[in-house]
């Protein structure tokens, strides 16, 4: 008997490794094994749905598809594909664009752009820039400086500080008008400035090095300190 198990495992290594063996859907179990017996003289028979073995046969199955094998190497990089079409056109935009709480607003139109706040707006129009608020804090780290091509105008309809904690310079080319209902240069005790037209009397017999000086008149409007 061994003889004829050994004969049998060998012919039927050398069918199944030397021929195709073709098995009809219907010839696989829902199982996806193939189910088979083969007999003494190394016969292989593939059973049918609801056959079985003779008692002269073994039985043999394997599977249809057989085991998974391992993961092949990565293929080449395939070439770019065309260009997709053109998504359709986005809708409008709309203006004036404000912030969640409504605060704030960009309004664009043909005559120019607003940026608007609770209190205060820039607003670009043509050549103009004019900038609208309760408090304007315009500082620099390092140099300010501003540029006019012709007028450079300060106004304030109350007061005006120029300060500097260093030294300040104001320069011109030609004349530099300062005006106003009292001028005061310096600080601490002053004195009534003198005029071009002011007259001025020196007592020459004083008997002292230092001559007094009167004036009979003097600005009633420039102190000097």
Known sequence: MRFKRDLLIAILAFTLGSTTVIAAGG?????????????????????????????????????????????????????????????????????????????????????????????????????????????????????????????????ADSQANIRASASASLQASGSVLVSGSQTIVGAGSCGPALRTSDIALVDVNHGNAVYPVQYTSSSPDVLVC
């Open 27 to 155: 010839l696989i179990g829902p199982d996806g094994v193939i189910h088979a017996c083969a007999n003494g003289a190394g016969v292989v028979r593939v059973l049918q749905p609801g056959e079985s073995c003779r008692g002269s046969e073994t039985a043999l199955s394997w599977s249809a598809s057989g085991s998974q094998g391992g993961t092949g190497p990565t293929g080449a990089t395939g070439p770019t594909g065309a260009t997709g079409a053109s998504g359709p056109t986005g809708p409008s935009g709309s203006f004036p664009l404000t912030s969640p709480n409504g605060q704030y607003s960009i309004q664009l139109t043909n005559a120019g752009i607003v940026l608007g706040g609770p209190t205060s707006s820039i607003m670009l129009a043509g050549g103009v820039v004019t900038i609208r608020a309760t408090y304007i804090d315009n500082r620099s780290d390092l140099d300010y400086r501003v540029n006019a091509g012709r007028t450079f105008n300060v106004d």
